[in-house]
């Protein structure tokens, strides 16, 4: 009877030093779907420039951001890439710094263009050489402090596309594109306009007086702690922190995936800064995956603008963000030809 292998011992072990050795090429050229994904990112990455003597932060702070980014990848959903859904921007004016990464790129609001439908709001009532009514005052309180949509929804009615273009116009938000069927969730804006947007809020110009920005300013800073995430995670507690936030998925409510954006300025006397983070196209879970992003890419912000900074705003918690409640409560007007849709 034939031994099971009759080949010469020293053959055998040859035989399976190549096995091992072909094995052993095998995993380490084989590749799993996100480390394609990885493989594919482009060569674009986030940049900031500053003064010169701020150059090294700069640099610092670029890396720091693409890393961040580049963290999100996820296995869940290899397809995925954060690279092409992701965009931001940051502005210091006390280090000359600016950052930015798809800036120009346009994203669907969701509940971030109410900043911009306040702001329109106020200067109507400029125009108009007025202060605001109670009633106009009850509907941006809401708006803004409590995202609540049917305030969105009368006041986007109450100043009219015409005006509200007019405030865009004298802002100089050029990329922003208003929604004209009543949808203002479904505006365009970019992170460049809503950072002129925001720094039209900081300090003294020709589009609002100082009643109106602080007016304005007051209101974000008063925005209910289950909304109050996105940007502010890692600000210091000791700056005054201005913000709001948007998140639905769009542009359909029931097969699209989810919309998250933050935008914020931060200020400290005569310092401020401001940063805007915008995505798209989040992962299952959707709402939470586009905080964490979010918050992932701001904490490093935050805490290399202000590094000396002890006491700052931390990320959202699993447990917190377990308790969100990401559930469209509002009708949109339909589009021209569709059935209507709900919509945060």
């Given at each position: 009877?034939?031994a099971?292998?009759?080949?010469?011992?020293?053959a055998?072990?040859?035989?399976?030093?190549?096995?091992?050795a072909?094995?052993a090429?095998?995993?380490?050229?084989?590749v799993?779907?996100v480390?394609?994904?990885r493989?594919?990112?482009?060569t674009?990455r986030?940049?900031c420039?500053?003064?010169?003597?701020?150059q090294?932060?700069?640099r610092?702070l670029?890396?720091?951001?693409?890393t961040a980014?580049r963290?999100?990848?996820?296995s869940t959903?290899?397809?995925?890439?954060?690279?092409?859904?992701?965009?931001?921007a940051?502005s210091?004016?006390?280090?000359?710094?600016t950052c930015w990464?798809?800036?120009?790129?346009?994203?669907?609001?969701?509940s971030?263009?109410?900043?911009?439908i306040?702001a329109?709001?106020?200067?109507?009532?400029q125009?108009?050489?007025?202060?605001?009514?109670?009633?106009?005052?009850?509907?941006?309180?809401?708006?803004?402090t409590?995202?609540?949509n049917?305030a969105?929804?009368?006041?986007?009615?109450?100043v009219?596309l015409t005006?509200?273009q007019?405030?865009?116009?004298?802002?100089?938000m050029?990329?922003?594109q208003?929604?004209?069927?009543?949808?203002?969730?479904?505006t365009?804006?970019?992170?460049?306009?809503e950072?002129l947007?925001?720094?039209?809020l900081?300090?003294?110009?020709?589009?609002?007086?100082k009643?109106?920005r602080?007016?304005e300013?007051?209101?974000?800073n008063h925005?209910?702690s289950?909304?109050?995430?996105?940007?502010?995670?890692?600000?210091?507690?000791y700056?005054?922190w201005?913000?709001k936030?948007g998140w639905?998925?769009?542009?359909?409510?029931?097969r699209?995936?989810w919309?998250?954006?933050?935008i914020g300025?931060?200020?400290?006397?005569r310092?401020?800064?401001?940063?805007?983070v915008?995505t798209r196209?989040?992962?299952?879970?959707?709402?939470?995956?586009?905080i964490a992003?979010?918050?992932?890419?701001?904490w490093?912000?935050?805490?290399?603008?202000?590094?000396?900074?002890?006491?700052?705003?931390?990320?959202?918690t699993?447990a917190q963000l377990?308790?969100?409640?990401?559930?469209p409560d509002?009708?949109l007007?339909?589009r021209p030809?569709?059935?209507?849709?709900?919509?945060?």
């Amino acid at each position: 009877m034939l031994a099971r292998d009759a080949r010469p011992r020293a053959a055998r072990h040859v035989l399976f030093t190549a096995a091992v050795a072909c094995a052993a090429v095998v995993a380490a050229t084989a590749v799993t779907p996100v480390a394609t994904a990885r493989a594919q990112v482009t060569t674009a990455r986030a940049r900031c420039n500053a003064a010169p003597a701020q150059q090294g932060v700069a640099r610092r702070l670029a890396r720091a951001i693409n890393t961040a980014i580049r963290s999100r990848f996820t296995s869940t959903d290899p397809a995925y890439n954060p690279f092409k859904n992701v965009s931001l921007a940051v502005s210091d004016d006390s280090r000359g710094l600016t950052c930015w990464y798809r800036s120009a790129k346009q994203n669907y609001s969701a509940s971030a263009v109410k900043a911009t439908i306040l702001a329109a709001l106020l200067l109507m009532a400029q125009d108009q050489n007025r202060w605001l009514t109670s009633w106009e005052r009850n509907k941006a309180w809401l708006m803004i402090t409590q995202s609540d949509n049917a305030a969105a929804s009368a006041l986007w009615d109450h100043v009219g596309l015409t005006r509200l273009q007019h405030f865009l116009n004298a802002a100089k938000m050029k990329h922003t594109q208003l929604n004209t069927f009543g949808a203002w969730g479904l505006t365009l804006i970019t992170p460049h306009d809503e950072t002129l947007l925001l720094r039209l809020l900081m300090s003294p110009g020709k589009v609002l007086t100082k009643r109106s920005r602080d007016y304005e300013l007051f209101l974000m800073n008063h925005v209910i702690s289950s909304q109050a995430w996105g940007v502010r995670a890692g600000a210091p507690k000791y700056f005054s922190w201005h913000i709001k936030n948007g998140w639905a998925p769009l542009p359909n409510l029931n097969r699209s995936p989810w919309v998250v954006n933050s935008i914020g300025c931060f200020l400290h006397k005569r310092f401020g800064y401001t940063i805007v983070v915008l995505t798209r196209h989040n992962p299952a879970p959707g709402l939470s995956f586009g905080i964490a992003t979010i918050e992932k890419i701001a904490w490093v912000i935050n805490r290399a603008l202000v590094p000396g900074a002890k006491s700052v705003w931390p990320k959202s918690t699993s447990a917190q963000l377990a308790r969100l409640r990401p559930v469209p409560d509002e009708m949109l007007p339909a589009r021209p030809h569709s059935r209507p849709s709900r919509h945060h």
